[in-house]
């Protein structure tokens, strides 16, 4: 039947009005035999115009009038709908919200009138209704088709505001309860001689645990088992183990209804490597002994629903005193956040930005921040501890955990994003958590939440909004109140006591909290500009210093840079405006000593932190670097001052490198770690060489000007040795170096010689002048004739020495030399001498092989340090930096002459042409390339952290832990560190014993 042209346009017009997108297709549907009831009534079209989503709504409802048997069921089913008002919103609101259901109810013509049910004294069921609604239900089919029955009741509330989103999750609780206990009864009915064998409890964690389940979602569970009446506890586990998964299978299996939700057990001890029921007994002693925090985490939620109920309870009694203990636990609150970052780091990149309960500023946020406060202060304070999110939140308030207009924003915020959740998993009944991306799914969602104006671009600016909040109180929260413990508050704010701002410290990993509330009161106390802005500086601050090893030594070194720049304006400018400064000073003040007494010394370099004008933390270049040191010492009035200056350009580029290297190896919020640990290896090396050279060539120009004016007697050349030569150098590392002199014309040779030795003897006196910076120590004994040789000789003098006299181990020594300061001619003259000694055109001899075999030997049982690990030695043990470079320097000696690649200082440079030669295999080279890298940066972390030198792991925790967080080991996990290291090295000293001591 057709409606004439202008009653059709009358009804189209109407149909837009009332919010169809398609009124044509609705129209059509209104003038099929039977509805035009529909089309003529205005109070059922409103009410299908008010639903989330009026098309959908329609064509659910001509389903299911087509569904009744027979014109008289479907008379009273419009009869009904007309005259209860009640009942015509919330059929019509699920329809209009929901094509699962509304597939259910075409299925099942007959279950809408479950809804008539629900007048106003029924409109909260619980358990016990649950149970009722599906008592009939004798089969897994039977009983999907009547958990959609009740999931139907519960949706027809939501939707039409009768209760709000905290209500409709417990409700969803209650209803998975209440299925898991029938499921239960029809596994045990199945099987009547395993329930009569055991006692079974099944605790409901996560979401069900936590009375706020959402639609769609795993329903988490750990099963507890007990022989009955003293019975065979094998038999009796293994029955239970039976009822149990058939318990799962009747929940989770898909069948011609569906499937109801998956039951998940992962959570129970061992995972999934553990069994499936375990006794009393065996879960107590996981918990106590192998538990991990996250387990303790979870264990929050934990609650009794089906099964035995006197079991179920000893199970939470038990359990329950450990969960309140976790925060005592080492790193309990580093282990929480690390989980937290590395969810965040798994979802895909696509989705990162849709994702509602995962991503940043989601649901998950607001969940992790409200466990880590319940579980650092439920210790003493037995009212947070609720399962329930929003319920703990609230205790937060009221006890003065979390500022009340925080946590009200953040209950606002939930709720929405909850209610956003609820909505979408409801269409399909489906289980996701991430915003749909369809104009058409975006409009129904905006709707659903009574966003009537605009819906899509307002849900877009509500949900933004919404996330804003939770990601900024996320960051705050935990930290924030900390400040309010110690510094003036806004009126009606909440305030910690000094107790309980001490337990989160302590919870945080401060080793002195008296002292870091001393630090935060002078930081954050006051009515000044600076006071202002560091206490909205310091919450962050501090969990970037919690994030460390030593978050005491952070804070101690933030408050000292403050109180030394805090009048300065562009220092608080900096850390407030520049994204990144305030994040990389807190990880450079709190990896170590070396960084921050660096820092010290010269505060101004904190702007180097920036992204401004202050360069950044890109190591500056060689020739930068000697032109600034050499402009310094020129404007200096003597060659002390002089060397004061150079030292002053090598104090801040030497801050400058440390803080790369650190920053690159923590990595920051925007930035990750340095995936190439090489790169920063090489990094640090060439930077300190170049930071080495160009002081060098600062102290020798002070030198000269003082003793001689522009120009002194002779040429002289500072040739670098060793790691200074290899352009390797460590922070600690002594400048290896040989000093060349040749007379200027017409100079006799006797007043040349004293000269040059005047100059070293200068050279070496200024740079030993007593400094707190690090030392830079000349050290000459690689010269010919090693200590008991002069300190420096002319060209010719080297010349003649190597053609006579030059020893194995002095060519050997000469494959690192690289000219490095002074005279360039000179110093390329010098590299042209030494080269047919380094690279011998015929290679090296058997004889001469063995020679250097025999000096690594001695070297390796002379040199090791009494009592220390050889396994853990970084520079002399096996596969150390000494076993790498002696095996691929022996590969130069004997090829260089041949392949050019091999004629270089640099030792990976030398590995990489060696096995671009075919020298050594790829494999071989990775492994003797991995090793020394990993190396040369436990050395270089060593002296950031304890700020001087060592070749060894720190034996102190905390300073071993500091060096793990360096090479990327989390809190707890020195152990694994040490482990690798042996591994790595063990891997390389195979390689050498083969290349070194055995290969031809």
Request: charged share 25%; glycine share 8%; proline share 5%.
């Amino acid at each position: 039947m057709t409606s004439a042209p202008g009653r059709r346009s009358s009804t189209f017009t109407r149909l837009l009005r009332h919010g169809f997108t398609d009124p044509s297709a609705a129209e059509r549907l209104l003038d099929t035999d039977g509805l035009t009831a529909l089309r003529n009534d205005p109070v059922l079209l409103e009410a299908l115009g008010a639903t989330a989503d009026p098309d959908l709504a329609l064509l659910g409802l001509v389903r299911l009038l087509e569904a009744q048997s027979g014109a008289t069921a479907r008379q009273e089913l419009l009869d009904t709908l007309i005259a209860a008002k009640p009942l015509r919103d919330r059929l019509l609101g699920v329809l209009g919200a929901s094509a699962a259901l509304a597939e259910h109810l075409a299925r099942h013509p007959s279950d809408w009138q479950a809804l008539v049910t629900y007048e106003p004294r029924d409109l909260h069921p619980g358990i016990e209704e649950f149970e009722r609604g599906l008592a009939g239900a004798t089969d897994p089919v039977s009983l999907r088709v009547a958990y959609r029955r009740c999931l139907l009741s519960i949706a027809a509330r939501d939707v039409c505001g009768t209760i709000e989103v905290a209500q409709t999750a417990a409700e969803l609780a209650d209803l998975a309860t209440a299925t898991l206990r029938r499921a239960l009864g029809l596994a045990a009915a199945a099987a009547p001689e395993d329930a009569a064998l055991c006692r079974l409890a099944v605790i409901a964690m996560g979401k069900c645990g936590g009375h706020e389940l959402n639609y769609v979602s795993d329903v988490d569970v750990i099963f507890v088992g007990e022989a009955v009446d003293g019975g065979d506890e094998g038999k009796a586990l293994r029955a239970a183990g039976r009822l149990a998964a058939h318990m799962m299978r009747i929940c989770s299996e898909t069948t011609v209804e569906g499937s109801i939700w998956p039951v998940d057990a992962n959570l129970r001890p061992e995972g999934r490597n553990g069994p499936l029921v375990r006794t009393l007994a065996s879960h107590l002693a996981y918990y106590q002994r192998w538990a991990k925090t996250w387990e303790f985490q979870a264990l929050l939620k934990a609650r009794p629903v089906a099964g035995d109920p006197a079991l179920g309870e000893e199970y939470t009694t038990a359990l329950q005193p450990l969960v309140w203990q976790a925060a005592e636990r080492e790193n309990f609150v580093a282990d929480v956040q690390k989980m937290r970052r590395r969810v965040v780091e798994n979802i895909p990149a696509a989705e990162i930005d849709r994702q509602l309960k995962l991503g940043p500023g989601g649901l998950r946020d607001v969940e992790f921040a409200v466990q880590l406060l319940q579980l650092v202060h439920g210790r003493a304070d037995t009212s947070l501890r609720s399962g329930t999110t929003l319920d703990a939140l609230k205790a937060l308030a009221a006890g003065g955990y979390v500022g009340r207009s925080d946590a009200a924003q953040l209950d606002d915020a939930y709720r929405f994003l909850r209610s956003m959740e609820h909505r979408i998993q409801l269409y399909r009944l489906r289980r996701t958590h991430l915003v749909p991306e369809d104009e058409a799914d975006l409009r129904r969602l905006g709707r659903s939440l009574d966003l009537r104006t605009d819906p899509v671009a307002t849900l877009h600016r509500e949900w933004k909004r919404h996330a804003s909040v939770v990601r900024r109180l996320h960051e705050k929260l935990f930290y924030r109140p900390l400040l309010d413990a110690v510094a003036a508050l806004a009126p009606g704010e909440a305030r910690l006591s000094a107790e309980a701002a001490r337990e989160r410290l302590v919870a945080l990993g401060y080793a002195d909290p008296a002292a870091a509330l001393r630090h935060l009161e002078a930081l954050a106390s006051g009515v000044s500009r600076k006071a202002a802005i560091q206490r909205t500086l310091l919450p962050v601050l501090l969990g970037w210093f919690a994030d460390s090893a030593d978050p005491d030594a952070g804070l101690l070194t933030f408050r000292k840079v403050s109180d030394a720049l805090g009048k300065t304006p562009w220092y608080l400018r900096l850390l407030r405006d520049e994204g990144a400064a305030a994040e990389n000073l807190a990880r450079v003040l709190s990896a170590g000593r070396l960084a921050p007494d660096l820092l010290m010394r010269a505060p101004e370099a904190v702007a180097l932190l920036g992204d401004g004008d202050g360069g950044g933390l890109t190591p500056r270049s060689r020739a930068h670097l000697e032109q600034e040191v050499l402009a310094a010492v020129g404007r200096a009035d003597n060659a002390v001052q002089g060397v004061t200056a150079a030292r002053g350009v090598r104090r801040r580029e030497l801050f400058r490198t440390a803080a790369a290297d650190i920053v690159g190896s923590y990595g920051t919020e925007s930035q990750p770690a340095e995936a190439d640990q090489g790169a920063l290896v090489d990094l640090v090396g060439g930077a300190v060489s170049d930071l080495t050279a160009a002081t060098l060539a600062g102290t020798l120009r002070a030198v000269v000007r003082e003793g001689w004016g522009d120009t002194l007697p002779t040429r002289f050349a500072v040739i670098g040795m060793g790691r200074f030569g290899g352009h390797e150098l460590g922070y600690g590392s002594d400048a290896d170096v040989l000093f060349v002199h040749e007379p200027r014309e017409g100079v006799d040779e006797r007043e040349a010689s004293e000269a040059a030795n005047k100059v070293v003897s200068e050279m070496r006196r200024l740079l030993q002048i007593p400094s707190a910076d690090p030392p830079l120590l000349i050290d000459a004994d690689l010269r010919p004739e090693g200590r008991s040789g002069p300190l420096v000789r002319t060209l010719k003098s080297y010349e003649a020495y190597y053609r006579r006299w030059s020893l194995v181990w002095e060519r050997h020594a000469l494959l690192r030399a690289e000219h490095v300061a002074g005279d360039e001619d000179l110093g390329r003259r010098f590299i042209e001498l030494i080269d047919p000694l380094r690279y011998p055109a015929d290679g090296l001899d058997d004889e001469a092989v063995r020679e250097i075999r025999r000096l690594k030997a001695r070297m390796e049982s002379e040199r090791l340090p009494r009592g220390a690990d050889p396994k853990l030695h970084a520079k002399l043990g096996p596969g150390g930096l000494s076993d790498v470079e002696w095996t691929v320097q022996l590969l130069q000696l004997r090829h260089g002459a041949r392949e050019p690649g091999l004629r270089t200082t640099r030792t990976r440079e030398a590995l990489a042409a060696a096995r671009a030669a075919g020298l050594i295999s790829e494999e071989d080279a990775a492994t003797l390339d991995e090793a020394w890298v990993l190396a040369t940066r436990v050395r270089n972390a060593v002296m950031l952290v304890r700020g001087r030198a060592a070749d060894t792991f720190p034996t102190v925790p905390r300073e071993l832990g500091a060096v793990g967080r360096y090479l990327g080991y989390g809190p707890g996990h020195a152990g694994d560190m040490l482990d690798a290291y042996r591994r790595t090295a063990r891997r390389a000293r195979a390689v050498v014993e083969e290349l070194f001591y055995g290969g031809s």
